[in-house]
Structure formats: C-alpha cells, structure tokens
C-alpha cells in the first residue's frame, strides 16, 4: 500500500512537470483521469475569469464557478489538438455557454421565492383568459377577484417579475449633465477586459511550457512571487549573474514569440 501511494504522487509530480500540448495529446489516446485532471487545474484560470463577468446578476459566485468548471471539463473532454485551435479559444465560448444556459434554466435574474414565481405565472395566465372575457385589459382588482387573491399580493407578484423581463437596448436613461439621455447600448458597449486577460494568461502559459525547469522556476519566482534574483541564486546554489543572464534569455524568448503573435 505504501509503494502504491508513493508510485502514485511519483505519477502525478511526473505529470506536472509534463508540457500542457503533450499532455492534451496523452489524453486524446489514454483518457487517463489523472491526466485530465491536471489539465483542469491547469485551466481553472479561465473558468475563474469568466465566471466574474457573471457576477452581481442574481446567482452567488460560487455557483457561476461550479458551472463554469464543468464547462471546462466538458471543453477538455472534446479539445482536438489537431485542429490547430487555441485550448483557450476552444473553451471560452463552451463555459460562457454553460454559464448562459445555467442563467436560463434559473430564470430569474434575481432570487425570488417560488411562491411568487408560481403566482406571476398564474397572473400571466389570468391576463390572457381576462382580455378575451372582458374585451380590455384586467385591472389588478380583475385579476384578484378572478385568482381569488388579495390585491396586495398581485402588485407585489408583478413587481417582482419585472426581474424577468429583460430591458431594451435601446431603452434611456436621463443624464446628470446637459440635459441629454443616455442610450443603455451606449453604457455597455465597451471593450470586454477578461477576455484578453485570458488571452494573456493564455500566451504565457503557452510560451512557459517551453522553458526548461531553471527557467520556469526563476520566471515564476521573479514576476508572480516578487523574489529577488539574489534570493532565487540562492534557492538554486547558482550565482546571481546566472540569473539575471537566464532572465535575460527569458525575457528574448517572450519578446520573440510575442512578435510572433502580431504577424
């Protein structure tokens, strides 16, 4: 048992050390589970960022995140690496798909107890049957008196499902200064921030798993924990004139690719 245990963190440090492409290609033959779940770790980044564009809609963090890590998983289960495509590319629009039909399937923008779902509904229903009967539209008092509800309780159901009803592009907003309204497509039409933060993370990651062991630790060690190079020499028993020339050949190398990217 104790060898079992020791040969399967000996897999999974293996695996770590493995580059991500190698690893989607070991995948795509083994189906190994190890494997695919380090290539989920590997990702979370992305479900993490697009999973914050969702928020303040209605639905907790945490709930986004847990539908957009399975939209990960299902984007790493179907990623064809032969088709030239970008993993981040390929899974961007499989998670905001599942975050979008998750929104769906709630409903509501907003939490709203089913009680009054159910009774928005039926208010709904009443609408309809009381417009033929009478020729013109309900009154709330109608619509009581029809569903055998108090008029309070029809006014607080219709002001709830104003949460369900999505609001128009085109609608206006008076503006604080000169006296002109403001077109709501005019406040959201702007450049969308997460989507190239994953476009970075995405070239990094890529360019990162090229490097050899030394280079990635004093790329990681120098820009994400904010070491110095005397204290990363002394982490790797190497001078300090060492790192700072394989800093340098880091650096060449991400000028070089990054040319690349704008050809």
């Known amino acids: ?20 492409k190698t690893l989607f290609n070991k995948f795509k033959q083994t189906k190994d589970l190890e494997i695919r779940n380090e290539l989920i770790e590997r990702h979370l ?40 495509f970008e993993f981040s590319s390929f899974a961007t ?21 089913r009680r009054i779902q159910e009774l928005s509904k039926k ?11 009478l020729q013109r539209s309900p009154t709330v008092e109608d619509i009581a008196d029809y569903l055998n509800i108090s008029k309070e309780e029809v006014l607080e159901a219709m002001e709830a499902s104003k949460v369900y009803t999505p609001q128009s592009l085109d609608i206006t907003y008076d503006s604080n200064s000169d006296d002109k309204d403001v077109n709501l497509s005019e406040l959201i039409g702007e450049e969308d921030f997460y989507f190239r ?3 970075n993370n995405d070239f990094l990651m890529r360019i990162v798993d090229k490097f050899n062991k030394v280079e990635k630790k004093i790329f990681f060690d120098r820009y994400f924990n904010k070491k110095t190079q005397v204290a990363i ?3 790797l028993g190497i001078s300090q004139m060492t790192v700072s020339r394989v800093e340098k ?7 070089k690719e990054f040319q690349k990217t704008l050809e």
């Open 1 to 20: 048992m104790i060898n079992d245990g020791c040969c399967e963190q000996k897999k999974l440090e293996n695996l770590k050390e493995i580059d991500t």
């Open 45 to 84: 980044y992305i479900a993490q960022i697009l999973s914050k564009k969702y928020v303040n809609r209605g639905i907790e963090y945490d709930d986004i995140y847990q539908v957009a890590c399975i939209g990960l998983i299902y984007a790493i289960d179907r990623y064809d690496l032969d088709k030239g």
């Open 93 to 113: 629009p499989t998670i905001i798909g599942e975050i979008k039909k998750y929104f769906r399937d709630k409903g509501w923008a907003i939490r709203v107890p």
């Open 123 to 133: 208010i709904n229903n009443s609408k309809v049957v009381l417009s033929q009967k």
């Open 197 to 199: 933060k994953i476009e």
């Open 233 to 235: 020499a002394e982490s």
């Open 249 to 255: 050949k880091i650096m060449g190398k991400l000028k």
